[in-house]
């Protein structure tokens, strides 16, 4: 009898994307917000160009949200501890977990955005 396979590589990197985006989110509306208190000559530009950001991201989720329910994956529960960002999730009738502690979080997070506004960091 054939075992049923866990997650591949790729699908675990789709899992954690899909945890990544919404502090992706959040921290663009923090931006936003802050831009919008304060007395900036160009404020509605940046705004602007931070809610363009918001769309692409809402839209990569929605791609991300589709590729898992293709692969039988669904995130059913995703919790931002003291140390770490988790998440359980059910692929193919199996019940897993996943986290990441926040300093790469931080990180991850800085490179998306980083691609979102096609910036280099190494620079």
Not at 40 to 67: F, N, P, W
């Amino acid at each position: 009898m054939k075992r049923t396979p866990l997650e591949t590589q790729e699908e675990l990197q789709w899992v954690l994307d899909y945890m990544l985006l919404p502090v992706v989110l959040d921290v663009l509306e923090r931006d936003i917000r802050t831009l919008d208190t304060l007395k900036l000559t160009m404020s509605l530009l940046y705004i602007k160009s931070l809610r363009k950001v918001q769309d692409r991201v809402s839209g990569e989720m929605a791609a991300l949200r589709g590729k898992l329910k293709s692969r039988g994956i669904r995130i059913y529960d995703q919790r931002r501890a003291k140390e770490q960002l988790e998440a359980d999730f059910m692929c193919r009738g199996y019940h897993r977990k996943c986290s990441m502690l926040w300093g790469l979080v931080k990180s991850e997070v800085e490179r998306k955005l980083s691609v979102y506004l096609e910036l280099d960091l190494a620079q």
